[in-house]
């Protein structure tokens, strides 16, 4: 079945360092990609999508690239602040969202 | 604005004592889901509804079960909610299915005693 792996956290920073957190897929088929983010009690919102391989979504300074080859969309950010510390998950969706495991990241001033 | 409304935020009920969680949206959006996500855990998807059509996931357990009265309201009951049901409760909505955004709800914290 389908399936996403990203990189277990938590990820503590610095403001104005780079982000990058890894996410790989297994699917059959074509699926859509997403990174959602959920700031601490709240659900969750889509920070960004990509609908088919090569596509580059972005939101927010946030980046992330569909690539098939790798079976990968790993998130970038190339300068956090405070207000980004938050658990992000990827996730895939064929008929239904099949999330990552989510990575807390923790950004200080 | 609209919006996806749980309530309530925090709910908190004892062993085995029945317990119903509300979702409401103002998108008018045909489809609804429920997920249950459990601390450090990613959301775990029980059920949706496809306008009346209840989709089922094959390992929901029998002890949750969900109504949608209406496009716009939707709950989650569990009818004997046991120590390992205790989790966040995400609702969430879609106009269509396939590659459409889902919005999300804040969620209904569940603490079971």
């Known amino acids: 079945g389908n399936s996403v792996t990203q990189m277990e956290g938590p990820v503590t920073l610095s403001e104005e360092a780079f982000l990058t957190i890894n996410c790989t897929y297994t699917a059959t088929g074509y699926p859509s990609l997403f990174w959602y983010v959920q700031y601490p009690g709240e659900g969750l919102q889509l920070l960004l999508k990509?609908?088919?391989?090569?596509d580059k979504g972005s939101n927010k300074g946030f980046e992330a690239t569909y690539r098939k080859e790798t079976t990968s969309f790993h998130l970038e950010k190339g300068s956090v602040q405070v207000s980004d510390s938050a658990v992000y998950f990827c996730?895939?969706?064929?008929?239904?969202?099949?999330f990552g495991a989510g990575t807390t990241v923790t950004v200080r001033a | 604005d609209a919006m996806v409304i749980q309530n309530p935020r925090y709910q908190v009920t004892q062993f085995g004592k029945p317990v119903t969680l509300s979702c409401s949206q103002t998108?008018?959006?045909?489809?609804m889901y429920w997920y249950q996500q459990k601390s450090s855990q990613a959301p775990k998807l029980l059920f949706h509804?496809?306008?009346?059509?209840?989709?089922n996931e094959a390992d929901t357990p029998d002890n949750f079960q969900s109504r949608r009265p209406n496009t716009s309201f939707c709950f989650l009951d569990i009818r004997s909610p046991g120590l390992g049901d205790a989790a966040m409760y995400l609702c969430?909505?879609?106009?269509?299915?396939?590659?459409?955004?889902?919005?999300f709800g804040p969620g209904t914290r569940l603490t079971v005693l």
């Open positions: 990509a609908t088919k391989a090569d």
């Open positions: 509804y496809y306008d009346k059509d209840f989709n």
């Open positions: 996730a895939l969706r064929d008929y239904k969202l099949s």
């Open positions: 998108l008018n959006h045909n489809v």
């Open positions: 969430a909505t879609s106009s269509g299915q396939g590659l459409n955004e889902q919005f």
